[in-house]
Each structure stands twice: as structure tokens, then as C-alpha cells.
């Protein structure tokens, strides 16, 4: 999944006093809390479709071509609300942001599914992923620490981040055209190991870059309480993209053989 980013606005770091600044804390408390019940509500769909609970909804949604549309509709709604939302609203992007987040719960069922039935897959690169619930364990807490980590210096630093955060939105485009133009040539399982170790720094980067931006959108539109209410929609959405990039790789690299 691809970052989406918006730009709140242009305002000089090095000149936020962010210690004394309740407005800010709440602020970026709400986008926090925003995704953290994200991940949540993503985890409970993603184990109650792939721990087969409920069969029917579990064929249904796994073993029918329904699932190409989770697998490949939040892209979509991403793509179309940068060209159909010129003036969103809380509404429509609090809309947007718990349709991706349970589109993409479908999607993770994939994994709870063979940790379920203690079943492998082999990728197109000939690498076995043998993933358990204690690799998922382990994936969720090593993503949850490296993203809590760079979500604090994005929010501490001095920095202006905005140059290299820009480099990182365009290398992961970037990375995203290679990884498709891959499939006209012969799998590699070294290539797939080198795309994901590259989305996976890429994502590190925008988390911080991200949380920056969120720090210079609030001063930009502090007092606008429809701008900040949207704000932290998009922010809670490009956190929760960049959690579940940095999940799903991480479950990938601890379960190869």
C-alpha cells in the first residue's frame, strides 16, 4: 500500500514550541488514538475472517474473487479521493479511513489463516513463509516500537524533514513501479527480500517525515476546527497505511525459511 500524503501547510519548525503546547498534544493524541483503535478494529476483522469462526464469512471473503476487492480497493479509494475530494470533509475522510481499515483487516486474515491452519506459502520468488502467531507477535511488537521511535523524533527534531520526506514519497512510488515491472521477468527471491528491506526504510522515513507535516498542519490551522477534524483523518490514515507496510514486510522477513 502506498503513502498518501496531503500538505497542511507551511510552517517553520524550528519555530514550534511544542512543550507548552496543549493544543498540539491533544491534537496529535487524537490522531494517535484514532489509529491505535484502528489497528485495533483491523486486528479483530482480520482474526474473525481468517480464524474461520464464522466459515461462511470466511469463504465468502477468502475463497471467492470478492477478495481482490480488499486486496486492491483501498488503493483505488486512495487514488480517487486525491482527485474526487477537493474539499473533504470530516465526514467523508472518517468514511475513507474505517472503510481502508477494514478492507486492509481482510486482507491481513490471509496471514491469520495459515498461522490458523499451520500452513506455508511459497512466494513468487521460491522463498516458504511459514508464519505463526508468535511471528506475528513478534512483527506487531517490533513495528509498534520502530513506529512509536520515529513518530517521536518527526515530533522532537528541529529538522525541517520536509526535503527528505518528498525524496522518500517519490522512491516509494518508485519502488512500487519496479516491483510490478518485476513480474515481466523471472522471480528473484533476492529481489523480494531487496523491495521490502527498501519499503520498509522508505516507510520508517515518511513515519517521521509524516509527523512533522501533522506538527506544521496544526499551527497552520490551529483554531479551524473542521481543517484539524480532516487532519486527523489523513493522519491517522497515513499512519495506518505506513503500520501495515511495516507489519505485513516485517511477518514476511521473520517467516521466510
Do not use: H
Not at 476483522?45 to 477468502?62: D, E, K, M, R, W
Not at 523524533?153 to 517519490?170: D, H, Q, S, W
Amino acid at each position: 500500500m502506498n503513502e498518501f500524503n496531503r500538505g497542511f501547510g507551511a510552517v517553520d519548525v524550528r519555530s514550534m514550541d511544542t512543550s507548552v503546547n496543549v493544543g498540539l498534544r491533544t491534537f496529535m493524541l487524537g490522531v494517535y488514538q484514532k489509529l491505535a483503535l484502528g489497528i485495533a478494529l483491523s486486528g479483530g476483522v482480520a482474526f474473525l475472517v481468517g480464524s474461520g469462526l464464522v466459515p461462511g464469512l470466511t469463504q465468502l471473503l477468502l475463497g471467492t474473487p470478492l477478495f481482490y476487492l480488499f486486496q486492491f480497493g483501498p488503493l483505488a479509494l486512495i487514488l480517487g479521493s486525491a482527485f474526487l475530494m477537493r474539499n473533504p470533509s470530516p465526514l467523508a475522510t472518517g468514511i475513507l479511513y474505517w472503510t481502508i481499515v477494514v478492507m486492509l483487516g481482510v486482507c491481513l486474515s490471509i496471514w491469520v489463516a495459515m498461522a490458523a491452519a499451520q500452513t506455508g506459502v511459497t512466494t513468487r520468488g521460491g522463498a516458504t513463509l511459514n508464519v505463526t502467531f508468535m511471528t506475528m507477535t513478534k512483527a506487531f511488537l517490533l513495528t509498534a516500537s520502530a513506529f512509536g521511535a520515529l513518530s517521536l523524533f518527526g515530533y522532537t527534531t528541529k529538522t525541517n524533514l520536509r526535503p527528505i520526506g518528498i525524496i522518500a514519497v517519490f522512491a516509494l512510488w518508485g519502488v512500487v513501479g519496479i516491483s510490478l515491472l518485476s513480474f515481466l521477468f523471472p522471480p528473484s527471491g533476492m529481489f523480494e527480500v531487496i523491495v521490502q528491506v527498501a519499503v520498509l526504510g522508505i516507510s520508517g522515513v515518511l513515519v517521521a517525515f509524516q509527523t512533522q507535516e501533522l506538527k506544521e498542519g496544526y499551527f497552520a490551522n490551529e483554531g479551524d476546527t473542521r481543517s484539524l477534524a480532516v487532519m486527523t483523518n489523513w493522519g491517522a490514515l497515513n499512519f495506518f497505511i505506513m503500520f501495515y507496510n511495516m507489519f505485513t514486510i516485517l511477518m514476511s522477513l521473520l517467516s521466510r525459511d
